[in-house]
């Protein structure tokens, strides 16, 4: 609210799905027909309509939505906890009974779609306003060692005490008597409340755990927002005096949902919010609701639905074959999943693993030569298998390809002082026409790359590195998975043994390896599992 | 003079704002009628005529650069205020038209929620409007036009509050409030009181038993004395 005037004209955002899904469910609940049934509310003298139980609205949902029972109950806690339903004997919790429990819908006013993010001035209107209702019961709590002189006049705060229970109340009280003052309403700047927060804030003389947490925001607020605290306060005084114009069954009706929707946006110390969301996710101001559709209007829509022609859309059933295929190809080599050999080097504090998987090693892990084949990026991204790729390419007159692809990335990820001079020595090695490693580009990059030449910047040569790299996976690189040099670099490569499991009673640490699934009999990836010794068995040397 | 002035009007523009507030705190609800939207007309153009009122008279000093630091200092007090109160309008007047477009009140397949709020709002309009009572005239299809004129009504209000900021420059946060925390206690006399008993009730149960233990003392001293009584003229006669 107080955020300032929303920007006119701006672009709506689509406000977040799942609530106006929820809303839909809530007004077809709303239907005479075939909506929830509706009971009665009985007070002491008043009876507010429209209180429905727990129980009905999961019949109504499962019979709705035909489904289970768990399912409608979850469903339901969500109506609840985002605050289109509250429940009005235990306000603060916030679940769905499915019993006899009686709820009440939230007014659209204060649902989640039209009244986010909650402003800073609104709660703190409505602190001020519970301050006035309860006339200063938001301090009650407060552990007695502290003196905070309560404004409040002697009389009716002894009026409005419940009968004194507990032993914090009474001395409580005392302090109030103490200090009977009867200030103007202006001018008094040291303020009681105005000024504490060191002192208040942890305390020192009591445990932060009895500090009532609306009271706690209550100051932060005052510190927060001090300027507009006048406004606070005439706001707060109007809108109770406002509220006494209604009957009393409405205005109990209009304090609950308040509160109820304080409670979801503001929720108490130790409640999870629901209203945590990840850090992608933009803030959806309330929804910019036009109705005289102008002529900008739809010259936005127009855009905007050319832009969504535009995107590149992949089907959902080849996203996920594609990720099923990622996650069995995969799964073997991850070391979470599958177990890491020779043995965690978290778990048993021996770092072989690690050395064995550096980055440039003479000789690879089986699962390493093996990553080789999934994909040509596999293998250009390690510096082993980049190193044999060279060698294989050496052996077939093409190795010119693989540096010059190799130059580019300097080019792209270097300095940008050696930007000019490392095009030059590119060109003259492997463009320049009779240059010593001609590379192979077609005529129409060539092209291109010549011209950029002029005005060397880092991407000039994007084009021709993206053409040698589709020419080396296309045509190289199936030609290396399939030759010996590959075959021997399998063959040679070595696995690792799991380390045994020593069961030493006299050692400090038990040394187990983590479980290597990898080494079960149902395993696929053909590790020999006859060396190490199973799990399974406790029984140290084999 | 013309502080007073201003604050008189300033307080009635609180006045009609939180009115307002609570008028469109209904929209939607079952107690939304044809009545409420009327009301709720009535209201804002009130407060928008108001505020204009106010705008008008606080600019002048504003501006005036010759004017005396604590003269200033008040002007600017009521000006963050007038301010504040008007954002507050043009927000909720935003609220009132996402939900008088989603509520319409004669759309069949359309229910309205069912809030538990029944019964007229005219109190509250009467109040913001100063006004005893409130005569509602409205015709068949009030609802469908006044969105159209609250939309109009909404980016006026905008414009002023553009224009305001542009033409008067009062930095906020330099503002130092008259009241502190808790202010609102001090004269509660009148809102505080009455209406606590009333509010409570739904939460906890103690000043139901309060009351009904209060009500159980007092029928127990009365039957107690007409007992002792009784037993007095039993005894005397």
Redesign the interface.
């Known amino acids: 609210m107080a955020a300032g005037p929303a920007p006119l004209g701006g672009h709506p955002r689509a406000q977040r799905p799942h609530l106006s899904k929820m809303e839909r469910v809530v007004v077809s609940m709303q239907d005479p027909d075939q909506g929830v049934k509706m009971r009665s509310q009985r007070l002491l003298v008043t009876v507010i309509p429209h209180a429905v139980t727990g129980n009905d609205v999961v019949e109504w949902l499962i019979q709705k939505y035909c489904i289970a029972e768990d399912e409608a109950l979850h469903l339901g806690t969500l109506l609840v906890q985002h605050g289109y339903l509250y429940p009005l004997r235990d306000p603060r919790r916030l679940l769905l009974r499915p019993d006899e429990t009686p709820y009440r819908f939230q007014t659209p006013y204060f649902w989640m779609s039209t009244l986010w993010p909650a402003a800073e001035l609104d709660y703190a209107i409505y602190l001020a306003k519970k301050n006035i209702r309860k006339q200063g019961a938001l301090v009650d709590h407060e552990k007695v060692g502290y003196h905070h002189p309560s404004p409040a006049t002697p009389a009716e705060s002894s009026q409005r005490n419940p009968s004194p229970t507990s032993g914090a109340h009474s001395p409580g009280s005392r302090l109030i008597q103490m200090h009977k003052h009867t200030h103007p309403i202006e001018g008094v700047s040291e303020g009681r409340w105005g000024v504490h927060p060191p002192e208040l804030g942890v305390g020192k003389s009591f445990p932060l755990e009895t500090l009532n947490h609306p009271q706690a925001h209550y100051d932060q607020l005052h510190r927060k927002i001090n300027h507009t605290w006048d406004l606070v306060v005439m706001q707060a005084r109007e809108q109770l005096r406002a509220a006494k114009q209604r009957r009393k069954g409405d205005r109990l009706v209009i304090a609950c949902q308040e509160q109820t929707y304080w409670l979801v946006n503001r929720p108490p110390p130790g409640v999870p919010s629901v209203l945590e969301q990840g850090p992608e996710r933009g803030s959806c101001t309330a929804r910019q609701v036009q109705m005289t559709k102008t002529v900008d209007f739809y010259k936005r829509e127009i855009e905007c639905c050319r832009k969504a022609l535009g995107r590149t859309r992949v089907k959902s059933s080849v996203c996920l074959e594609a990720y099923l295929k990622f996650s069995s190809q995969r799964g073997p080599h991850d070391p979470l999943l599958s177990g890491c050999l020779p043995s965690n080097p978290w778990v048993t504090d021996n770092d072989t693993y690690w050395a064995m998987n550096a980055p440039s090693v003479a000789v690879p892990t089986k699962l390493r030569v093996e990553q080789w084949a999934f994909s040509f990026r596999e293998l250009l991204e390690d510096p082993v298998g980049r190193a044999h790729f060279m060698d294989f390419l050496q052996t077939e007159f093409s190795a010119e390809n693989l540096s010059f692809w190799e130059a580019c990335e300097e080019l792209r990820h270097g300095g940008q002082a050696q930007v000019p001079a490392l095009v030059d020595a590119v060109y003259q090695q492997f463009l320049a026409p009779g240059a010593a490693r001609w590379v192979n580009i077609d005529s129409r990059t060539m092209e291109r790359t010549l011209e950029g030449l002029g005005r060397p910047h880092r991407h000039v040569l994007d084009d021709a590195q993206l053409h040698i790299y589709m020419l080396m996976k296309k045509d190289s690189y199936p030609r290396f998975l399939k030759s010996d040099l590959y075959k021997d670099l399998l063959a040679e490569a070595v696995v690792p043994l799991e380390m045994k499991r020593r069961v030493f009673p006299f050692m400090w640490k038990p040394r187990h390896s983590s479980p290597s699934l990898a080494l079960l009999p149902t395993s696929t990836s053909g590790e020999p599992e006859a060396a190490a010794g199973s799990p399974g068995d406790g029984d140290g040397e084999t | 003079m013309a502080k007073e002035e201003c604050k008189a009007l300033l307080?009635a523009l609180?006045?009609a704002?939180?009115?307002y507030?609570?008028l469109?705190?209904?929209?939607?609800?079952?107690?939304d009628s044809q009545n409420l939207r009327e009301e709720l007309q009535k209201t804002r153009q009130k407060a928008q005529e108001l505020a204009v009122a106010i705008r008008a008279r606080l600019t002048p000093p504003l501006r005036d650069r010759g004017l005396g630091a604590e003269e200033r200092a008040e002007f600017e007090?009521l000006w963050?205020?007038f301010s504040?109160?008007l954002?507050?309008l043009?927000?909720?007047m935003?609220?009132a038209?996402?939900?008088g477009?989603?509520?319409p009140l004669h759309a069949p397949r359309?229910?309205?929620?069912?809030?538990?709020?029944?019964?007229g709002?005219s109190?509250?309009a009467?109040?913001?409007l100063s006004a005893r009572s409130l005569r509602h005239e409205a015709e068949r299809d009030f609802d469908v036009e006044d969105?159209?004129q609250l939309?109009r009504e909404i980016?006026k209000v905008?414009e002023m509050?553009?224009d305001m900021e542009m033409k008067v420059n009062v930095p906020?946060?330099?503002?130092?409030?008259?009241?502190?925390?808790?202010?609102?206690?001090?004269?509660?006399?009148?809102?505080?009181?009455?209406?606590?008993g009333?509010?409570?009730?739904?939460?906890?149960t103690?000043?139901?038993d309060?009351s009904k233990a209060l009500a159980a003392t007092i029928f127990s001293a009365v039957l107690l004395a007409a007992v002792a009584l009784a037993v007095c003229v039993a005894k005397l006669s």
């Open positions: 307080d609180n006045k704002t939180a009115c507030h609570h469109v705190l209904t929209i939607g609800g079952s107690a007090r963050v205020a504040g109160c954002e507050l043009e927000a909720d935003r609220r038209l996402a939900l477009t989603e509520f359309r229910p309205l929620v069912r809030t538990g709020v029944e019964g709002a109190g509250v009467a109040r913001a969105l159209h939309e980016l905008g509050i553009q906020r946060w330099t503002v130092q409030a008259r009241q502190t925390a808790g202010a609102e206690l001090l004269s509660s006399a009148s809102a505080g009181v009455s209406s606590v009333g509010v409570s009730v739904q939460q906890r103690g000043p139901c309060l």
